[in-house]
T-cell receptor, first 113, second 114 residues
């Protein structure tokens, strides 16, 4: 069966510090991978998605970047965090077929102080 | 422009009664709809889906209804249980989107009262 791992679960970082969140998927090959953010009291905002190694699409301009160095690894990064980067970050995967649901990790609660 | 709208931020329902969560969309090209359930500090969990060729899909206590002419879908939970207390998101996608991107509503917080 497929599983998705996301870490860390919580993170407190000062403004201006770098960020690296990692997500790995097991049990499937060539998944679509996604990074979402949920700000407090709001819905899910798609940040990045990837359909293959080295292929990253950005949905919104921001202080963040994503990389996919391996088929089942997706990394969310920032060189200098802003206060507005605080939120709940979710990694997800799906297979690239129509009507395929997303499967989410447990998320990372990021607080920028 | 919000293409998927969940106009009720919260809903309170007595245990054992029916919970009805609503979702409206504007893009007539959407042809696949999903409902997710989310507990605090966890990722959303897929609940149930429906394609535009159907108007109803049922899975245990959960039923999703789709009204294409009204661009409206709803999730019915019968009977409601305390463990159903969570935030529910509806999402939609269009086959014209080659990456099958999901467009999400803002969520409805369901509270089941004992």
């Amino acid at each position: 069966s497929q599983t998705i791992h996301q870490w860390p679960a919580t993170l407190v970082q000062p403004v201006g510090s770098p960020l690296s969140l990692e997500c790995t998927v097991e049990g499937t090959s060539n998944p679509n991978l996604y990074w979402y953010r949920q700000a407090a009291g709001r819905g899910l905002q798609l940040l990045f998605y990837s359909v293959g190694i080295g292929q990253i699409s950005s949905e919104v301009p921001q202080n963040l970047s994503a990389s996919r160095p391996q088929d089942r690894q997706f990394i969310l990064s920032s060189k200098k965090l802003l206060l507005s980067d605080s939120g709940f970050y979710l990694c997800a995967w799906s297979v690239l077929v129509v009507a395929s649901p997303l499967h989410f990790g447990n998320g990372t609660r990021l607080t920028v102080t | 422009d919000q293409q998927v709208k969940q106009n009720s931020p919260s809903l309170s329902v007595q245990e054992g009664r029916i919970s009805i969560l609503n979702c409206d969309y504007t893009n007539s090209m959407f042809d696949y709809f999903l409902w997710y359930k989310k507990y605090p500090a966890e990722g959303p969990t897929f609940l149930i889906s429906i394609s535009s060729i159907k108007d109803k899909n049922e899975d245990g206590r959960f039923t999703v209804f789709l009204n294409k002419s009204a661009k409206h879908l709803s999730l019915h939970i019968v009977p409601s249980q305390p463990g159903d207390s969570a935030v529910y998101f509806c999402a939609a996608s269009a086959v014209e989107d080659s990456n099958y991107q999901l467009i999400w509503g803002a969520g409805t917080k369901l509270i089941i009262k004992p």
